[in-house]
C-alpha cells in the first residue's frame, strides 16, 4: 500500500487482536488446562455473560464498538483499493507476497505463545516451591525478576504498543555482566516514564515520572507505594496502574489539538482540596465526598468501608471510584478549568460543592466523559442502576433500550450470596449463628457494576449517594446470606424470611426466641447509607400503649461487625423488655 498505509492483512491481524482483547477482558478464552471447554462454559454461564456484558460492565462496551467501527472501516477501505488494481500485473505477486508474510507471521505468533507458555509454567513452577530458590542464588532470582517482569510487559506492548527497556536485565540474564550489578528498567510512553531498579535480582527502588504539556510531575508517596508493589512482586498491580496510564495516553493521542487530560487533573485537584480544607472523620466514609486519595493511576474516592472493613485494622479494603476519562459514543464538553465553589464552610450543602460552568469553562464537544471506575466492581439491582445512569445523562431516558432493559439479567440475591449460600429447590438459605435466614423475595435483575460515566463534577455527590445506599444494602443482606457461621446449637433455633426490595429496604419475619411471638422488622435505607428500623412486634401479652406501638430506632451503619443487623434488632428488643 502507498503512503506506508497498513495491509489488509495487517488490519486483519490488528481486528483479530482486538477481539481476543475483548474476550480476555471478559474472562473468556483465557489460558486453562481445558480451554475450549473453559470458554465454552464461560460463554453459556448467564452469571458471567449477562451480568458483565453491558454498558457498565468491566469494559467499555462504547469504546470497543467505536475501536471495531474503525478497524472495520479501514479494513474496507484497504480491499476497495485493492478491487481498484484487479487489472494490474503486479498485483497477483503483491497477494502472494502477503500471503507468505501473513504465513510468517503465523508462525512467529505461534513461537511466542509458546515461549509466554514456557515463561508462565516456569514461573508457576518456581513460585509453587517446586524449585526451591535459594536466596544466595543470585542467578536464579535474576532470572524468574525477568519471566515476571517480562510476563506483564508484553502484555503491555501487543495492547497499547508500550515501550520498554530491558537492555541491562536482559544482559544480566545472558551472564554479560555481575549477577549483582544495580540494573535498570525503563517503562514508557508518551504521558509517563516508570523507571525500576533491581539489585542482586530484587526490585530495589521505583519512580513514577508523569508528563504533562506544562511540565513533568513526581510525587514521592507514589513512589513509595510503586516501590512497596515492585518489592512485594505484586506485578498484577503494576500492571492494572500502567494499563490505567497507557488507556488515558490513549485517548489524548486520538485528540493531539485538545490537552483533554487537564479536565482530570482539574477534577482531581478539586477533589483533593475538599479533603486538604474539611477532611473527613467518619470511618465508613458514608459523608460527603468520602475520601479523596491520590494513587499512582489517579485519584480514588473512598465512598464506603463496611462495619467488618472499619473494625479490621489490618485491612485497607473498602469501596471506591478511581476518576478517569472514559470514550463514550455522546459528544461532551468537559470542564478545563477548577470549578469548585469559594467559599466553603461548613453548611453549604454538598450538592453546592461545584458550580455550573459557563461556555468559556469547557472544551470542545468530544466523545468523551468523566469515568468512575468501582473498586472493587459492585453487584447492583437493574432498576437501580437505569435510574443512576438516566440521572447522570439524562439523554438515555429517551435512547433506545439496550441489553442493559432487555437480557433477563441474573437474580441480584444470587450474585450477592455466590456460593456462600445454599440454593435449594430455587430458594436461598444460610445458616448464621443461631438463625437460619430463608430468602422469599422477588427476583430482581442484578448485574455487576464496574463503571460509570459523567460530566461534570456536580454529579459526583448524588452518585456516591446512590452507591452507598446499594453498597449498605448489600452489606445488610450478605450479613445474613454472605457467609455460614455455625450454630452454637446442633440446629437454628431461630428461622428468619427474608423479603428484599433492592436497594431501599429489607423486610424480616421471624417467631421471637424469648416471647414465641410472630415479629417483623423493616429496615429502610435512604440514599447516602442512611439506615432506619421499625420493629412490629406482634405480643399476645398485655403491655402499656408505648410498649405495644411499633417504635423506630435508627441502626448505625457501622453495626456491630460479624453480627447480622437483626440479631442487633432483636438483643435491643429484649433489653426494652
Same mark, same amino acid.
Given at each position: 500500500?502507498?503512503?506506508?498505509?497498513?495491509?489488509?492483512?495487517?488490519?486483519?491481524?490488528?481486528?483479530?487482536?482486538?477481539?481476543?482483547?475483548?474476550?480476555?477482558?471478559?474472562?473468556?478464552?483465557?489460558?486453562?488446562?481445558?480451554?475450549?471447554?473453559?470458554?465454552?462454559?464461560?460463554?453459556?454461564?448467564?452469571?458471567?455473560?449477562?451480568?458483565?456484558?453491558?454498558?457498565?460492565?468491566?469494559?467499555?462496551?462504547?469504546?470497543?464498538?467505536?475501536?471495531?467501527?474503525?478497524?472495520?472501516?479501514?479494513?474496507?477501505?484497504?480491499?476497495?483499493?485493492?478491487?481498484?488494481?484487479?487489472?494490474?500485473?503486479?498485483?497477483?505477486?503483491?497477494?502472494?507476497?502477503?500471503?507468505?508474510?501473513?504465513?510468517?507471521?503465523?508462525?512467529?505468533?505461534?513461537?511466542?505463545?509458546?515461549?509466554?507458555?514456557?515463561?508462565?509454567?516456569?514461573?508457576?513452577?518456581?513460585?509453587?516451591?517446586?524449585?526451591?530458590?535459594?536466596?544466595?542464588?543470585?542467578?536464579?532470582?535474576?532470572?524468574?525478576?525477568?519471566?515476571?517482569?517480562?510476563?506483564?510487559?508484553?502484555?503491555?506492548?501487543?495492547?497499547?504498543?508500550?515501550?520498554?527497556?530491558?537492555?541491562?536485565?536482559?544482559?544480566?540474564?545472558?551472564?554479560? @555482566?555481575?549477577?549483582?550489578?544495580?540494573?535498570?528498567?525503563?517503562?514508557?510512553?508518551?504521558?509517563?516514564?516508570?523507571?525500576?531498579?533491581?539489585?542482586?535480582?530484587?526490585?530495589?527502588?521505583?519512580?513514577?515520572?508523569?508528563?504533562?504539556?506544562?511540565?513533568?510531575?513526581?510525587?514521592?508517596?507514589?513512589?513509595?507505594?510503586?516501590?512497596?508493589?515492585?518489592?512485594?512482586?505484586?506485578?498484577?498491580?503494576?500492571?492494572?496502574?500502567?494499563?490505567?496510564?497507557? @488507556?488515558?495516553?490513549?485517548?489524548?493521542?486520538?485528540?493531539?489539538?485538545?490537552?483533554?487530560?487537564?479536565?482530570?487533573?482539574?477534577?482531581?485537584?478539586?477533589?483533593?482540596?475538599?479533603?486538604?480544607?474539611?477532611?473527613?472523620?467518619?470511618?465508613?466514609?458514608?459523608?460527603?465526598?468520602?475520601?479523596?486519595?491520590?494513587?499512582?493511576?489517579?485519584?480514588?474516592?473512598?465512598?464506603?468501608?463496611?462495619?467488618?472493613?472499619?473494625?479490621?485494622?489490618?485491612?485497607?479494603?473498602?469501596?471506591?471510584?478511581?476518576?478517569?476519562?472514559?470514550?463514550?459514543?455522546?459528544?461532551?464538553?468537559?470542564?478545563?478549568?477548577?470549578?469548585?465553589?469559594?467559599?466553603?464552610?461548613?453548611?453549604?450543602?454538598?450538592?453546592?460543592?461545584?458550580t455550573i460552568p459557563t461556555p468559556s469553562h469547557l472544551l470542545a464537544p468530544l466523545p468523551v466523559q468523566f469515568g468512575a471506575v468501582i473498586q472493587p466492581s459492585m453487584p447492583m439491582a437493574v432498576s437501580a442502576l437505569r435510574r443512576l445512569r438516566c440521572q447522570l445523562d439524562p439523554s438515555r431516558s429517551s435512547a433506545p433500550q439496550d441489553a442493559l432493559d432487555t437480557q433477563g439479567g441474573v437474580p441480584l440475591h444470587h450474585l450477592l450470596a455466590g456460593s456462600s449460600g445454599s440454593p435449594q429447590d430455587g430458594e436461598l438459605s444460610c445458616s448464621v449463628g443461631g438463625y437460619r435466614f430463608l430468602f422469599s423475595g422477588d427476583h430482581v435483575r442484578g448485574v455487576s457494576v464496574s463503571r460509570l460515566c459523567f460530566s461534570h463534577p456536580h454529579q459526583i455527590y448524588p452518585m456516591l449517594q446512590t452507591l452507598r445506599q446499594h453498597a449498605v444494602y448489600n452489606n445488610l443482606f450478605n450479613s445474613c446470606f454472605g457467609a455460614s457461621v455455625p450454630s452454637p446449637s446442633p440446629s437454628p433455633?431461630?428461622?428468619?424470611?427474608?423479603?428484599?426490595?433492592?436497594?431501599?429496604?429489607?423486610?424480616?419475619?421471624?417467631?421471637?426466641?424469648?416471647? @414465641?411471638?410472630?415479629?417483623?422488622?423493616?429496615?429502610?435505607?435512604?440514599?447516602?447509607?442512611?439506615?432506619?428500623?421499625?420493629?412490629?412486634?406482634?405480643?399476645?401479652?398485655?403491655?402499656?400503649?408505648?410498649?405495644?406501638?411499633?417504635?423506630?430506632?435508627?441502626?448505625?451503619?457501622?453495626?456491630?461487625?460479624?453480627?447480622?443487623?437483626?440479631?442487633?434488632?432483636?438483643?435491643?428488643?429484649?433489653?426494652?423488655?
Open positions: 500500500m502507498e503512503g506506508g498505509k497498513a495491509t489488509a492483512q495487517e488490519l486483519l491481524d490488528h481486528l483479530r487482536r482486538l477481539v481476543s482483547d475483548t474476550s480476555g477482558d471478559l474472562g473468556f478464552g483465557r489460558h486453562t488446562s481445558k480451554p475450549a471447554a473453559a470458554t465454552k462454559s464461560s460463554l453459556l454461564d448467564p452469571a458471567t455473560s449477562e451480568s458483565l456484558c453491558h454498558t457498565h460492565g468491566s469494559i467499555n462496551v462504547e469504546e470497543r464498538h467505536l475501536a471495531f467501527k474503525e478497524q472495520v472501516s479501514r479494513l474496507r477501505e484497504a480491499v476497495q483499493k485493492y478491487k481498484q488494481w484487479e487489472r494490474e500485473p503486479l498485483l497477483h505477486q503483491y497477494r502472494m507476497h502477503l500471503r507468505d508474510q501473513a504465513t510468517l507471521a503465523k508462525n512467529m505468533k505461534h513461537a511466542q505463545d509458546s515461549i509466554a507458555a514456557c515463561q508462565v509454567a516456569a514461573r508457576d513452577y518456581m513460585m509453587s516451591g517446586g524449585s526451591k530458590i535459594d536466596s544466595s542464588d543470585v542467578r536464579r532470582q535474576v532470572i524468574m525478576q525477568s519471566i515476571l517482569i517480562g510476563s506483564f510487559v508484553q502484555r503491555l506492548t501487543a495492547r497499547y504498543g508500550l515501550y520498554c527497556d530491558t537492555q541491562e536485565l536482559d544482559a544480566l540474564v545472558r551472564g554479560e @555482566r555481575p549477577a549483582t550489578s544495580s540494573i535498570q528498567v525503563t517503562l514508557y510512553w508518551n504521558t509517563f516514564v516508570v523507571d525500576l531498579t533491581l539489585v542482586a535480582g530484587e526490585t530495589t527502588d521505583a519512580k513514577l515520572l508523569i508528563v504533562t504539556p506544562t511540565g513533568e510531575s513526581r510525587d514521592p508517596d507514589l513512589d513509595r507505594d510503586l516501590t512497596a508493589c515492585a518489592k512485594n512482586g505484586d506485578y498484577e498491580t503494576l500492571h492494572m496502574v500502567l494499563e490505567s496510564l497507557c @488507556r488515558l495516553d490513549m485517548i489524548s493521542q486520538k485528540y493531539p489539538g485538545v490537552d483533554i487530560q487537564s479536565s482530570l487533573r482539574c477534577l482531581q485537584r478539586d477533589l483533593l482540596e475538599i479533603v486538604a480544607r474539611h477532611g473527613t472523620t467518619d470511618p465508613t466514609c458514608l459523608v460527603g465526598f468520602g475520601r479523596p486519595v491520590k494513587r499512582c493511576e489517579g485519584v480514588a474516592v473512598v465512598f464506603y468501608k463496611s462495619p467488618q472493613q472499619v473494625a479490621d485494622e489490618t485491612s485497607n479494603a473498602s469501596l471506591s471510584i478511581l476518576l478517569t476519562l472514559e470514550q463514550t459514543l455522546t459528544q461532551t464538553s468537559l470542564p478545563h478549568t477548577s470549578l469548585l465553589s469559594s467559599p466553603i464552610d461548613a453548611n453549604t450543602p454538598y450538592t453546592d460543592y461545584f433455633s431461630t428461622v428468619v424470611e427474608v423479603v428484599a426490595h433492592p436497594p431501599s429496604s429489607l423486610s424480616l419475619m421471624f417467631v421471637h426466641p424469648d416471647t @414465641r411471638n410472630l415479629t417483623s422488622i423493616q429496615v429502610e435505607i435512604a440514599e447516602g447509607g442512611v439506615i432506619a428500623a421499625t420493629l412490629f412486634p406482634h405480643r399476645s401479652r398485655s403491655y402499656s400503649d408505648d410498649a405495644a406501638a411499633p417504635h423506630k430506632e435508627p441502626i448505625n451503619a457501622t453495626t456491630e461487625p460479624s453480627v447480622p443487623v437483626q440479631e442487633a434488632t432483636l438483643s435491643s428488643e429484649r433489653s426494652t423488655e
